[in-house]
T-cell receptor
Framework: SQTIHQWPATLVQPVGSPLSLECTVEGTSNPNLYWYRQAAGRGLQLLFYSVGIGQISSEVPQNLSASRPQDRQFILSSKKLLLSDSGFYLC???????????FGSGTRLTVV | AQSVTQLGSHVSVSEGALVLLRCNYSSSVPPYLFWYVQYPNQGLQLLLKYTSAATLVKGINGFEAEFKKSETSFHLTKPSAHMSDAAEYFCAVMGGGSGGYQKVTFGIGTKLQVIP
């Protein structure tokens, strides 16, 4: 069966520090991968999606970047965190034919 | 462009009462529709999905939703609420995208409180 792993679960970082969140999927190949951010009262905002290795699309301009160095690995990064980067970050995957998203357990990021 | 509107950011029901969470969609093409549930500090879990087959869709944990084209609605219901149903629920619509990517747009969510 397919599983998705996301870590860390919680993270407290100072303003201006770098960020790296990692997401890996097991049990499938060539998935679509997604990074979402969830802010209170604002639902889920799609940040990045990827349909293949090295293929990254950004939905909104921001202080963050994403990379997909391997088929089942998706990384969210920042060189210098801002206070506004605080939030709950969710990774998800879907099959190419799309049968629904499967989400990771999320990372609570607090920038102080 | 596709969109969903969830009516009511907070809903409270008594344990054993009917749960009704409202979702209206906007789509230029026949939509695929979804309901997800999120427990505190966890990811989202798929409850059920409509993919143009039966209009009444049954999901996990006793939830179901009915697709009504004339009303552009996809409301989520459960006959009898349990304390364990307290969570946040998201309606979503799929449409748009290209090159192997299917865009999913989520509503802002409805927090369900179950009162003992």
């Amino acid at each position: 069966s397919q599983t998705i792993h996301q870590w860390p679960a919680t993270l407290v970082q100072p303003v201006g520090s770098p960020l790296s969140l990692e997401c890996t999927v097991e049990g499938t190949s060539n998935p679509n991968l997604y990074w979402y951010r969830q802010a209170a009262g604002r639902g889920l905002q799609l940040l990045f999606y990827s349909v293949g290795i090295g293929q990254i699309s950004s939905e909104v301009p921001q202080n963050l970047s994403a990379s997909r160095p391997q088929d089942r690995q998706f990384i969210l990064s920042s060189k210098k965190l801002l206070l506004s980067d605080s939030g709950f970050y969710l990774c998800a995957w879907s099959a190419k034919g799309f049968y629904g998203y499967t989400f990771g357990s999320g990372t609570r990021l607090t920038v102080v | 462009a596709q969109s969903v509107t969830q009516l009511g950011s907070h809903v409270s029901v008594s344990e054993g009462a009917l749960v009704l969470l409202r979702c209206n969609y906007s789509s230029s093409v026949p939509p695929y529709l979804f309901w997800y549930v999120q427990y505190p500090n966890q990811g989202l879990q798929l409850l059920l999905k409509y993919t143009s087959a039966a209009t009444l869709v049954k999901g996990i944990n006793g939830f179901e939703a009915e697709f009504k084209k004339s009303e552009t609605s996809f409301h989520l219901t459960k006959p009898s609420a349990h304390m364990s149903d307290a969570a946040e629920y998201f309606c979503a619509v799929m449409g748009g995208g290209s090159g192997g990517y299917q865009k999913v747009t989520f509503g802002i969510g409805t927090k369900l409180q179950v009162i003992p």
